[in-house]
């Protein structure tokens, strides 16, 4: 679009030029006087004629007072003999010098050739452009199959280093011995060593994979060649193996390089395990990388980085010695870790001086490199629209919460009955979770709609943990529980608030059992098969590989760990309703409780049970 308007503009350019030069050649000839043929000859009689000029059909007067005239004459009939016709003097013709001037002069020739060669031309330039914008469409269809890698020459300024990337301690270290490779290929051909091929990098969405891929092309000062899986598929069969050929022959002419094949698990997944109708493709394509993998020469110093957060469906074979043999874990930042991030992007945002990233850090337990980079973004963008010159404690808290829970909608019109009914809900949530020793902390409540939820409560684990007991799961039934309960207690009846609840609720029951093996009754043991599939586009999940009556005992244990959590909830409930008429009280007052309020209205929390320590 952008380049028919920019066309259109050249055309446009073009006619105003020519149209220029044709009119300042009819305005020179405007510049002397048209007249008719009488005025000639009485000028002729009176003595006022210098000279004329004869030029095909035209005649120009020059009068001895130097103006000019033109006049035009039959075109077959000459000077002299339309003279005698008029029965001029002949005396009086003697006296004006007469000169015939050829009629091929310029402006004869542009003035009878232009108005039919510029049509021509314009045509012709039409056709011209035109016929060039499809020899671009022809030559683009045929380069299909031509790779259509982003070449990354690092440059000094905008290179990525592994100063960008914060915490990823080990991903990094795992990683400097690649860059080594890279750097000082030979001190490593002569002690024969072979310079591993693949490198593979795990992790979840948003955790810096691309980005520790480009700070390891940028420490190295390496070329980088970046391409995603699922740039390699295409409409056409066949399209994705050739990419990668032409993918690698440009590595090849730029060895050392690094070659990265981000979202890999776009064509890397198990092969025949699709039911779909594009795997073909994808096994062409997965074939091709793993033959070129094989192909290129161990002292050509290709390294191959791809990313993945799917490890689980790739297929075996790009894992195998030789080919993705390495492979670097990046987990999801830690407290101190996500300080360092949110460091790293908030170098260039005016922090207020109050600001204390450990707190933000603090807040977003669980939160990936993404998440952090959004969230100073988000908090920079709220500063701004408030024409505020730093960014303060209230926009970053702000754009937690929205990247977490989806923005505030104050104004979403509610009654005051679904006020009250949030309000006892979140109050329920809030209560629980603050008085079961397991539950994490409260940090928020808040009957302000956000995203999807009519009002929420945020926990913040004290602690970044990876292991969770059994007890924590069902506290957290408990919580979840907890709102809809209080709504049935205090109005008799439940509204569709709590559905997302009861959902979670549900699936983390299934989960104790199913992969947790926390379920006495079932024992230590999974069930089902997490399989990937992809049928008509939707992946079926899981595969039962237990009987209809081990199915039968599970749902009647997930209803049993509902119970437990319900238990629970419902004594807190029932112990602490004063405390709970507090809290909805300043909550439809305030609508927004924060961690230190609530606590001074409650109390602070019970301690947490500590496993019992048996001595011997
Ligand atoms: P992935 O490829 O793992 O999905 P990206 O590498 O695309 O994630 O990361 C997205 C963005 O998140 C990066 O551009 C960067 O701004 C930010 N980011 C992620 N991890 C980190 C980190 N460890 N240090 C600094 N920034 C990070
Ligand atoms: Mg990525
Ligand atoms: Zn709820």
Same mark, same amino acid.
């Given at each position: 679009?952008?380049?028919?308007?920019?066309?259109?503009?050249?055309?446009?350019?073009?006619?105003?030029?020519?149209?220029?030069?044709?009119?300042?050649?009819?305005?020179?000839?405007?510049?002397?006087?048209?007249?008719?043929? /009488?005025? !000639?000859?009485?000028?002729?009689? +009176?003595?006022?004629?210098?000279?004329?000029? @004869?030029? *095909?059909? =035209? #005649?120009?007067?020059?009068?001895?007072?130097?103006?000019?005239?033109?006049?035009r004459?039959?075109?077959? /009939?000459? !000077?002299?003999?339309?003279?005698? +016709?008029?029965?001029?003097?002949?005396?009086? @013709?003697? *006296?004006? =010098? #007469?000169?015939?001037?050829?009629?091929?002069?310029?402006?004869?020739?542009?003035?009878?050739?232009?108005?039919?060669? !510029?049509?021509?031309?314009?045509v012709?330039?039409?056709?011209?452009?035109?016929?060039?914008?499809?020899?671009?469409?022809?030559?683009?269809?045929?380069?299909?199959?031509?790779?259509?890698?982003?070449?990354?020459?690092?440059?000094?300024?905008?290179?990525?280093?592994?100063?960008?990337?914060?915490?990823?301690?080990?991903?990094?270290e795992?990683?400097?011995?690649?860059?080594?490779?890279?750097?000082?290929?030979?001190?490593?051909?002569?002690?024969?060593?072979?310079?591993?091929?693949?490198?593979?990098?795990?992790?979840?969405?948003?955790?810096?994979?691309t980005?520790?891929a480009?700070?390891?092309?940028?420490?190295?000062?390496?070329?980088?060649?970046?391409?995603?899986?699922?740039?390699?598929?295409?409409?056409?069969?066949?399209?994705?193996?050739?990419r990668?050929?032409s993918?690698?022959?440009?590595?090849?002419?730029?060895?050392?390089?690094?070659?990265?094949?981000?979202?890999?698990?776009?064509?890397?997944?198990?092969?025949?395990?699709?039911?779909?109708?594009?795997?073909?493709?994808?096994?062409?394509?997965?074939?091709?990388?793993?033959?070129?993998?094989?192909?290129?020469?161990?002292?050509?110093?290709?390294?191959?980085?791809?990313?993945?957060?799917?490890?689980?469906?790739?297929?075996?074979?790009?894992?195998?010695?030789?080919?993705?043999?390495?492979?670097?874990?990046?987990?999801?930042?830690?407290?101190?870790?996500?300080?360092?991030?949110?460091?790293?992007?908030?170098?260039?945002?005016?922090?207020?001086?109050?600001?204390?990233?450990?707190?933000?850090?603090?807040?977003?337990?669980?939160?990936?490199?993404?998440?952090?980079?959004n969230?100073?973004?988000?908090?920079?963008?709220?500063?701004?629209?408030?024409?505020?010159?730093?960014?303060?404690?209230?926009?970053?808290?702000?754009?937690?919460?929205?990247?977490?829970?989806g923005?505030?909608?104050?104004?979403?019109?509610?009654?005051?009955?679904?006020?009250?009914?949030?309000?006892?809900?979140?109050?329920g949530?809030?209560?629980?979770?603050?008085?079961?020793?397991d539950?994490?902390?409260?940090?928020?409540?808040?009957?302000?709609?956000?995203?999807?939820?009519?009002?929420?409560t945020?926990?913040?684990?004290?602690?970044?943990?990876?292991?969770?007991?059994?007890?924590?799961?069902?506290?957290?039934?408990?919580?979840?529980?907890?709102?809809?309960?209080?709504?049935?207690?205090?109005?008799?009846?439940?509204?569709?608030g709590?559905?997302?609840d009861?959902?979670?609720?549900?699936?983390?029951?299934?989960?104790?059992?199913?992969?947790?093996g926390?379920?006495?009754?079932?024992?230590?043991?999974?069930?089902?098969?997490?399989?990937?599939?992809?049928?008509?586009?939707?992946?079926?999940?899981?595969?039962?590989?237990?009987?209809?009556?081990?199915?039968?005992?599970i749902?009647q244990e997930?209803?049993?760990?509902?119970?437990?959590?319900?238990?629970?909830?419902?004594?807190?409930?029932?112990?602490?309703?004063?405390?709970?008429?507090?809290?909805?009280?300043?909550?439809?007052?305030?609508?927004?409780?924060?961690?230190?309020?609530?606590?001074?209205?409650?109390?602070p929390?019970?301690a947490?049970?500590?496993?019992?320590?048996?001595?011997?």
């Amino acid at each position: 679009m952008k380049k028919l308007i920019r066309n259109f503009l050249l055309f446009f350019i073009i006619f105003l030029v020519i149209a220029a030069v044709f009119s300042s050649f009819t305005d020179q000839k405007g510049k002397s006087e048209t007249v008719g043929l /009488e005025t !000639l000859i009485s000028r002729i009689n +009176n003595d006022e004629i210098g000279e004329l000029v @004869v030029s *095909g059909d =035209k #005649i120009t007067a020059t009068l001895k007072d130097g103006k000019s005239e033109s006049i035009r004459k039959e075109p077959n /009939e000459s !000077l002299s003999a339309l003279l005698s +016709n008029f029965a001029v003097d002949p005396a009086k @013709v003697a *006296g004006v =010098k #007469i000169s015939v001037k050829d009629e091929s002069g310029w402006d004869y020739w542009l003035a009878n050739i232009i108005p039919f060669l !510029l049509p021509l031309l314009l045509v012709g330039i039409f056709i011209f452009f035109t016929m060039r914008g499809l020899q671009g469409a022809n030559s683009r269809a045929m380069s299909f199959g031509q790779s259509t890698a982003k070449d990354f020459k690092p440059d000094a300024k905008n290179r990525a280093t592994f100063k960008d990337v914060a915490g990823a301690k080990e991903a990094k270290e795992e990683l400097q011995e690649i860059v080594e490779f890279l750097r000082f290929p030979k001190k490593f051909h002569d002690l024969g060593a072979k310079i591993p091929r693949g490198v593979l990098l795990l992790g979840a969405p948003g955790t810096g994979k691309t980005l520790l891929a480009r700070s390891v092309a940028g420490e190295a000062q390496v070329p980088f060649f970046h391409m995603s899986g699922s740039e390699f598929v295409e409409m056409f069969v066949g399209v994705g193996a050739s990419r990668v050929r032409s993918l690698f022959e440009k590595a090849k002419k730029n060895a050392p390089c690094i070659v990265f094949i981000d979202e890999i698990d776009a064509v890397g997944r198990r092969r025949g395990a699709g039911l779909g109708g594009s795997h073909d493709e994808r096994e062409q394509t997965l074939n091709q990388i793993l033959v070129e993998m094989d192909g290129f020469e161990p002292t050509q110093s290709i390294i191959v980085i791809a990313a993945t957060n799917r490890p689980d469906v790739l297929d075996p074979a790009l894992l195998r010695p030789g080919r993705f043999d390495r492979r670097v874990m990046i987990d999801l930042p830690d407290l101190k870790d996500r300080e360092d991030i949110l460091l790293v992007h908030a170098r260039k945002k005016p922090l207020s001086k109050k600001v204390d990233l450990k707190v933000v850090a603090g807040r977003t337990s669980g939160f990936s490199g993404a998440d952090l980079a959004n969230i100073l973004n988000e908090a920079a963008i709220l500063a701004a629209r408030n024409n505020k010159k730093e960014i303060v404690n209230e926009d970053l808290f702000e754009a937690i919460e929205k990247v977490m829970i989806g923005p505030e909608r104050k104004s979403r019109v509610i009654t005051d009955k679904e006020k009250k009914i949030t309000a006892y809900h979140e109050a329920g949530h809030a209560l629980v979770a603050h008085f079961l020793p397991d539950a994490d902390p409260v940090h928020k409540v808040s009957i302000i709609a956000r995203g999807s939820a009519g009002g929420y409560t945020l926990k913040v684990p004290s602690e970044d943990r990876h292991m969770h007991s059994k007890s924590e799961f069902i506290s957290e039934i408990a919580v979840l529980l907890a709102g809809h309960l209080v709504e049935k207690t205090i109005f008799g009846e439940v509204t569709t608030g709590a559905t997302s609840d009861l959902r979670r609720a549900t699936s983390l029951a299934r989960s104790l059992i199913t992969d947790f093996g926390m379920s006495d009754h079932l024992g230590p043991r999974t069930y089902g098969e997490k399989e990937e599939m992809i049928f008509l586009g939707r992946e079926i999940h899981e595969q039962r590989d237990y009987s209809e009556k081990v199915a039968e005992q599970i749902d009647q244990e997930i209803s049993g760990f509902i119970k437990q959590g319900e238990a629970q909830a419902a004594e807190i409930i029932n112990r602490e309703k004063e405390q709970l008429e507090k809290i909805v009280l300043v909550l439809l007052e305030k609508e927004t409780l924060e961690k230190e309020e609530f606590e001074q209205l409650v109390g602070p929390k019970p301690a947490k049970r500590e496993a019992a320590v048996s001595v011997d």
